[in-house]
């Protein structure tokens, strides 16, 4: 980077939020005045709200939404783990991510610098001769900067980007599209798009209500995983988000959106972990049904799943974990022993019953993701289900344990080599967690495939469940263990908890347990549908509240 780099000041920037910690102001200079909020108690205590950068997914969705069309393929930093979900608050950026973010900014503005001036002149309704002209230049800087800052500029950042403008135009012999470009790759390596700035008011108060842009931003990243609509963004302005029935009005409305479809298949890939299912291998002599193409497959199948149940059909946990049915495509007909594939191949609606398959946990993308590539395996699938359904920290292993797998018998299963692990006290602690709830799954081979023997061995899917507070006793098979886990009260617990955790970008604290209470009594008052708890989450204390740090 030269020091005549015109986002040279940009990336100096950038580089003192993530280095110093001090960073950029949110606001500078005169914007305009934030609406009066409704005079309501604050909580006696709130959490304070880690400063996120988007996600690689938050990114892609947001240029999405901001030029109306899909984003041309960028490389950007590899996202941060927070609590079981994606959220970028804990590392520093390294130089290679400002630079990652750089190019990132330059190259989208260069695939839609063609349909700038177009874009320019519908929301500035100049004509295109027009738009080097102050007024429909201020316009422009004014409205499409409102949608990437996702806040109004203010003053000193709107003649920033005139002055940018003009650099553009004097570099490439007075062109308004060179221009506009600028201008554009400007907005988007700036800081205040790459982060969402949660600030809350000035005041002298230790508690305070997020200020009204950036609850709009927490909505609509929350709900789209995306930049907030022009919708939403006037919501803010005109201070209806400032009591809970104005939040409450714009949830349901965000969640009828098309886009409500991303988060939902964000949350359960994320919450299942099957986000690597992208990358997974299989030795092709043991399982010559996995292609690249049957996995893409399983994945589909999930999130179709998924929006299928909650909002098509009755959205209750209870559907999601134990269904008998899911959405079939190419591929999936054979592998779940359904007969041929049928013509014409598309995604359809298949009963399950009698199938040995119940919800999400007997997908195949749940079962080839927690294997290994040459076999299945009851400690990767019954850790999932004990970290991610029971919410258990589970203890980490000693710094001397022998973590080999038991080795191989060819007269005794899976199960019956695990037993003898679990005798091994170093093995013990963790073990007698895990395998219980791995070994109903043993039904299941490396790619989800119903199966009744282990090599020579006849599969023995029953197991004890213990451990757990309400839900020990004892399972034949996987599906018997879906109904319980779809019943458990643990269950339902962790699943409040962990959507509040994906709301929020961060784990929870003493801060946010009552409004962890308000929304198990929710979930529990709706028969445990998930839509109702979705939508619960935005008009509880800990999304709407922050700490005050001065």
């Known amino acids: 980077m030269t020091s005549r780099d015109p986002f040279r000041f940009l990336y ?56 109306g069309k899909a984003a041309p393929p960028v490389e950007l930093p590899i996202d941060e783990g927070t609590a079981g979900f994606f959220a970028n608050t804990l590392a520093p950026t390294s130089e290679l991510q400002l630079e990652q973010y750089g190019r990132a900014a ?66 490439e012999d007075r062109s308004t599209g060179a221009g506009l470009r600028l201008v554009v790759h400007g907005l988007l390596a700036s800081p205040h798009f790459l982060y969402l700035w949660e600030e809350a008011p000035a005041g002298g108060a230790t508690v305070a209500r997020v200020a009204p842009h950036a609850l709009a931003a927490r909505l609509s990243y929350y709900l789209w995983g995306s930049t907030p609509d022009d919708a939403l963004l006037t919501a803010a302005t005109e201070g209806r988000l400032g009591t809970r029935q104005g939040v409450a009005d714009e949830t349901v409305r965000l969640m009828k959106d098309e886009r409500f479809r991303d988060t939902l298949a964000s949350f359960h890939l994320q919450w299942l972990d099957l986000t690597e299912l992208d990358g997974v291998e299989k030795r092709g002599k043991i399982y010559p049904l996995f292609t690249h193409k049957l996995r893409a497959a399983m994945r589909e199948e999930t999130v179709r799943f998924v929006d299928e149940v909650i909002r098509r059909e009755d959205g209750k946990l209870e559907t999601l974990l134990a269904g008998r049915h899911s959405m079939v495509g190419e591929g999936l007909f ?19 019953s009698g199938k040995n398959r119940a919800g999400l946990l007997t997908q195949a993308s749940f079962l080839t993701r927690h294997a290994h590539w040459d076999k299945p395996s009851l400690v990767l699938r019954g850790k999932v289900v004990r970290e991610r359904l029971f919410c258990t920290d589970l203890p980490p292993p000693p710094a001397d344990v022998n973590n080999t797998p038991p080795p191989f018998d060819p007269k005794a299963s899976m199960r019956e080599r695990f037993e003898d692990h679990r005798s091994e006290v170093s093995c013990a602690r963790c073990h007698r967690l895990i395998d219980p709830l791995g070994i109903p799954f043993e039904s299941f081979d490396g790619i989800g495939a119903h199966r009744t023997k282990d090599g020579p061995v006849d599969v023995d899917p029953t197991s004890e469940i213990a451990g757990t507070a309400r839900s020990d006793g004892p399972v034949k098979d996987a599906v018997q263990l ?38 198990k009594r929710a979930f529990r008052d709706s028969g445990y549908r998930v839509p109702a708890l979705v939508a619960a989450i935005p008009t509880t204390d800990s999304f709407r509240y922050v700490e005050v740090v001065r």
Not at 338 to 347: F, M, V
């Open 12 to 67: 100096l920037c950038l580089a003192g939020v993530l280095v110093s910690g001090l960073g950029c102001s949110a606001r500078t200079g005169g914007g305009p005045a934030s609406p009066r909020l409704d005079e309501a108690p604050p909580p006696a205590k709130a959490a304070r709200a880690p400063l996120r950068r988007l996600t690689a997914t938050q990114y892609r969705q947001s240029v999405r939404d901001l030029f």
């Open 106 to 171: 330059e190259h989208v503005s260069r695939s839609f610098a063609a349909e700038l001036p177009a874009l320019a002149a519908r929301l500035t309704g100049c004509p295109a001769s027009d738009l080097a002209t102050t007024p429909c230049l201020d316009a422009f800087i004014e409205r499409f900067g409102r949608k990437v800052y996702r806040r109004p500029l203010s003053a000193t950042e709107r003649a920033s980007y005139a002055k940018l403008f003009a650099a553009g135009r004097a570099a």
């Open 482 to 519: 879906a109904d319980k886990l779809s019943t458990s009260d643990e269950v339902r617990d962790c699943v409040v908890t962990q959507w509040l955790r994906f709301a929020l970008g961060r784990d929870l604290g003493e801060a946010d347990a009552a409004s962890l209470a308000e929304l």
């Open 334 to 352: 054979e592998l779940y022993g359904l007969g041929p594939q049928p013509t014409p191949t598309a995604w359809r609606k298949v009963d399950l």
